[in-house]
């Protein structure tokens, strides 16, 4: 990603309410589907700045990589304890056959061949380990934001699956999320493409706007997986071995 990917990220994380909302919905996601064992032992590859990581501790030991030097030194400092930086698909020095559960939130769709990284993270699980993963949705949406962030793609449901199919693994549990908000983000889209503005700047609306979204964000965390979601800007899935 652009250094200031990051360090819009470092300034934001813990204000932006796609940051606050995704957070909450992807901990009842976990929470209902994912049946970690006590004190799981928990590997988030792509951790930015480190904001999932307190989440992500809510359900056990976190060990975590990132591979930007400026946004890991933030990810270990709030850890911890130091982050790796072991790059995919070759995760060289992660121990094999030790993780309950990898999650890799909007990170596949950083990696050229992402069959390829989503079974390195199998190699990683222990028996019944589980994978959760984030992409962004709907390749006609690719924008700046998608360059600036270096994305090789986004995903429909379609091709995100196959992918994990492809990687010998099963996707469980696979949705649309953030679609309360979808209709006003593609409106959005397509009026910057009519109006030749296409802005990568993801920094926080305004107060009162960026918790009304974070309002109506966080109303998902309740049907996420539960029930058929129309059309998101994002897709979440459990992938399991076989």
Request: net charge neutral; charged share 20%.
């Amino acid at each position: 990603m652009d250094r200031i990917v990051y360090d819009r990220m470092a300034a934001h994380d813990s204000t932006h309410w796609w940051y606050r909302a995704r957070r909450d919905i992807l901990a009842d996601y976990l929470t209902r589907y994912a049946a970690l064992p006590a004190e799981a032992r928990i590997l988030e590859i792509g951790c930015g700045t480190g904001h999932n990581l307190p989440m992500l501790g809510t359900f056990g030991t976190v060990d975590a990589i990132e591979i930007d030097p400026a946004a890991r030194a933030i990810a270990s400092e709030r850890l911890g304890k130091p982050v790796g930086d072991a790059p995919l698909p070759a995760l060289t020095g992660v121990e094999r056959g030790a993780y309950d559960l990898v999650a890799v939130l909007d990170v596949v769709e950083h990696i050229e061949d992402d069959v390829a990284a989503l079974a390195a993270m199998a190699t990683c699980l222990k028996p019944g380990g589980k994978i959760l993963i984030a992409v962004p949705a709907h390749q006609w949406m690719w924008s700046a934001h998608d360059v600036v962030n270096h994305h090789h793609r986004r995903y429909s449901r379609a091709t995100l699956s196959a992918a994990i199919v492809r990687a010998g693994l099963t996707p469980t549990r696979l949705t649309y999320f953030n679609s309360l908000l979808f209709p006003l983000a593609a409106a959005a889209r397509i009026v910057g493409r009519l109006l030749h503005r296409d802005d990568s700047d993801d920094s926080p609306p305004p107060k009162a706007v960026n918790a009304l979204f974070e309002r109506i964000f966080r109303l998902e965390r309740h049907a996420v997986g539960r029930v058929p979601m129309t059309p998101g800007l994002s897709i979440v899935t459990l992938a399991v071995p076989g």
